[in-house]
């Protein structure tokens, strides 16, 4: 009906197509916690962080856990082109823990999930439930031998103007911006350009460096 009528989008595919929008956002390690600044892009205009909950997922595809997650977004790097959205979506915060699942809190806690910044995201509203995304983003199709974070979504889309009439909402430096639920806690981070945040310089090889310095103490 959709396509009959020329509304079909990219946005509408993957929100309820067969096949769900599914990506590499961070390189391991490179993801910040709380506390830590988040970039953006010095170039951006328009742009604003993204409340969503995260699974730690197994490397057999089990989900085990689930933290908050700062999905920060270039809204205007990626509304020039869908083509964009790795260099849109380059920065994002974890945090401040990951819960892991028990008798008490599960995935269907994590259905239920409403989620607070600056406005609310209720993760129930959104189409694709959460076991359904950890089946498409691992299993014999695509593998992670160390397991994976996944981002769930959100539905938090900030409208408010802030510098000025139809501009939207807009960050700057210095915003503190914090995720919160009662059941995952508080992610606290501070907003800066990624050019003046601290860079990213501690990978994988310096993970095995440390590991086997401390293995031959």
């Not at 959709?2 to 595919?13: N, T």
């Not at 806690?109 to 691992?138: H, T």
Request: with cysteine.
């Amino acid at each position: 009906m959709l396509l009959a009528q020329g509304m079909w989008s990219q946005y509408l595919e993957v929100g309820i197509g067969p096949d769900a929008e599914i990506f590499t956002k961070s390189q391991v390690l490179s993801v910040v916690g709380v506390g830590a600044e988040v970039g953006i892009h010095p170039g951006s205009v328009w742009n604003n962080s993204e409340p969503e909950v995260v699974l730690a997922v197994n490397s057999r595809g089990e989900t085990v856990g689930a933290a908050l997650g700062n999905d920060v977004n270039l809204r205007d790097f990626e509304g020039r082109s869908a083509l964009l959205l790795g260099k849109a979506k380059d920065s994002c915060a974890i945090g401040p823990f990951i819960r892991l699942f028990d008798a008490d809190f599960g995935i269907n806690e994590v259905r239920r999930c409403d989620l607070a910044m600056q406005g609310a995201s209720s993760r129930s509203k959104i189409s694709r439930d959460p076991l359904d995304l950890v089946a498409q983003a691992i299993g014999p199709n695509h593998q992670y031998p160390d397991g994976l974070i996944l981002f769930l979504g959100t539905m938090f889309a900030p409208t408010q103007d802030r510098h000025g009439p139809g501009q939207g909402f807009i960050h700057v430096v210095g915003d503190v911006v914090t995720v919160a639920t009662a059941q995952l806690g508080q992610l606290v981070n501070r907003v800066n350009t990624c050019d003046r945040v601290a860079p990213w310089t501690y990978g994988i090889s310096a993970l095995l460096h440390d590991l086997a310095r401390r293995n031959r103490a």
